[in-house]
């Protein structure tokens, strides 16, 4: 029978496992498919989320008003509006940190992170994208993990699409049957529609973008509003 061992060895002070694969495999396992260097992106639909988002639309509405404001990846120029990012510093948005801290406990134990290490939002904002407006593709600097909550998605209001970060991305690519499904592993970006109680968590480093709003809705119901948020791990 055909064994297997791994050992781990030092590269750059990272840990590299090499896989030694010493006898020949078994006929049945002689073409094996080995995935690595996975890029994970978690989805998490908040269970009875009406409540949260009537509670989250009547916030993100109150600081507009306030008239506080900042230009990141919105297109402010076209009507969209972002929030000062330090809103979970705020009592009043404890429900929903409470639904974020509980899909971080998840990751971070189905990760294996650091138990003497917690993962928590550092910074946290909300933005209202009325129709015409989406968001440039950008990422979150200076974090290990970024999220987006949706409050509110009529039909059309713009899909987020994440972007193969590998370098293969901009190298040769290969001809693919027309017409036909790829294989998940050979796609080069990846879109989610926006549903409302519905979170996303994916690596601070990934290149995303949101397609604009198209929504034929009208007044306050055509707008797409979301929260989003960073988190670094923070030592207990």
């Known amino acids: 029978m055909a064994t297997k061992t791994a050992s781990v060895a030092p590269v750059s002070g990272k840990l590299m496992r090499v ?6 495999m078994p006929a049945a396992e002689r073409f094996v498919q080995k995935p690595y260097f996975p890029t994970l992106i978690f989805q998490n639909d908040v269970d009875k989320s009406e409540q949260l988002n009537k509670l989250l639309l009547n916030l993100t509405y109150a600081e507009r008003e306030s008239g506080i404001a900042v230009n990141k990846s919105n297109t402010a120029e076209l009507g969209s509006w972002h929030s000062a990012t330090n ?3 705020r009592p009043e948005y404890a429900p929903f940190l409470a639904e974020v801290d509980a899909a971080l406990a998840r990751i971070s134990k189905d990760l294996g992170f650091a138990s003497d290490h917690v993962l928590k939002v550092t910074s946290m904002w909300s933005i209202i994208n009325p129709p015409g407006n989406g968001n440039r593709a950008h990422c979150h600097p200076n974090s290990l993990l970024s999220g987006v909550y949706y409050i509110q998605a009529p039909e059309n209001a713009g899909k987020i699409e994440f972007i193969d970060p590998r370098t293969a991305f901009v190298m040769n690519q290969p001809k693919y049957e027309h017409k036909k499904k790829r294989p998940r592993e050979c796609w080069t970006k990846v879109n989610f529609n926006p549903i409302p109680g519905r979170m996303i968590i994916f690596p601070a480093w990934l290149y995303h973008s949101v397609a604009a ?6 007044g306050r119901a055509a707008n797409r509003i979301i929260i989003s948020f960073n988190v ?3 030592k207990m």
Do not use: I, M
């Not at 896989?19 to 020949?24: F, G, L, T």
């Not at 709003?213 to 009208?218: F, L, P, R």
């Open 213 to 218: 709003n198209v929504s034929k809705e009208t």
């Open 87 to 89: 809103l979970h510093k």
């Open 232 to 234: 670094n791990q923070v």
């Open 19 to 24: 896989v030694d694969d010493k006898n020949p």
